[in-house]
Structure formats: C-alpha cells, structure tokens
C-alpha cells in the first residue's frame, strides 16, 4: 500500500522556521520525482518545490527562492522541506508529491502530474 505521511506543520513568527517532514511506504522515494505543494484558503494548490532526480535542476517557485530547499534522504525514505525566513503569505496547507513517471526525465510543477499524496500539513504564519 503506498503513502505519504507528511508531518512538522505548526504555528510560527514571521521569519520563522519549520522543517516539514514527508515520509514514504509502500514505494522507494529514490527513484521518484517528488514535490511540495500548497494551498491558502480560497486558492489554488501551487508548485512550490518539485525535484525530478539525476541531473535535473529542481523548481522553485520564485517567490520561496532562497528560502526554501528541499531535501531528500534516502536512507530514511523520507522527503523535507526546509522552510526559512517565512512570511505572512506563507500561511497554507502543505502537501508532500511523488511520481515514478516523470524521475529522471521531466520536471513536472502541477498537480495532475503526481499520483501519489500526503494528506497535507497546516503552516500558520503570524506577524
């Protein structure tokens, strides 16, 4: 059975940090594309951080560049995403991606593009 399980959402201060955690069964994380999502109240669910693999550059959204990074362990099968310096706008719902078909080949920064989902993680940012 494959999840997703993400974790490590919370309240913080404006130029705060967290570190969401998103870990993986059923499947190895190291041959699959993987990505952060997110989505405030009212909007879309937006790309923010997508890693295809191999030599691949990664996306970042450009208004997390420089403060956000992802990270992945595959010793631990798990994914993070290392959040920085975080704003007001960064208050949403965040979600944990993953997909074999695109690891290696393409880099994939919309939702249809991924099979697999964690259940989402709150981050509120208070000023």
């Known amino acids: 059975d494959v999840q997703l399980q993400a974790s490590g959402g919370g309240l913080v201060q404006a130029g705060g940090s967290l570190r969401l955690s998103c870990a993986a069964s059923?499947?190895?994380?190291?041959?699959?594309?993987v990505a952060w999502f997110r989505q405030a109240p009212g909007q879309e669910r937006e790309a923010i951080l997508c890693?295809?693999?191999?030599?691949?550059?990664?996306f970042y959204r450009d208004s997390v560049k420089g403060r956000f990074t992802i990270e992945r362990d595959n010793a631990k099968n798990s994914v993070y995403l290392q959040m920085n310096s975080l704003k007001d706008e960064d208050t949403a719902v965040y979600y944990c991606?993953?997909?074999?078909?695109?690891?290696?080949?393409?880099?994939?920064?919309?939702?249809?593009?991924?099979?697999?989902w964690g259940q989402g993680t709150l981050v509120t940012v208070s000023s």
């Open positions: 059923g499947f190895s994380f190291d041959s699959y594309a």
């Open positions: 890693s295809s693999g191999r030599d691949l550059s990664p």
């Open positions: 991606a993953a997909d074999s078909r695109s690891y290696g080949r393409q880099l994939i920064n919309r939702p249809g593009g991924y099979a697999y």
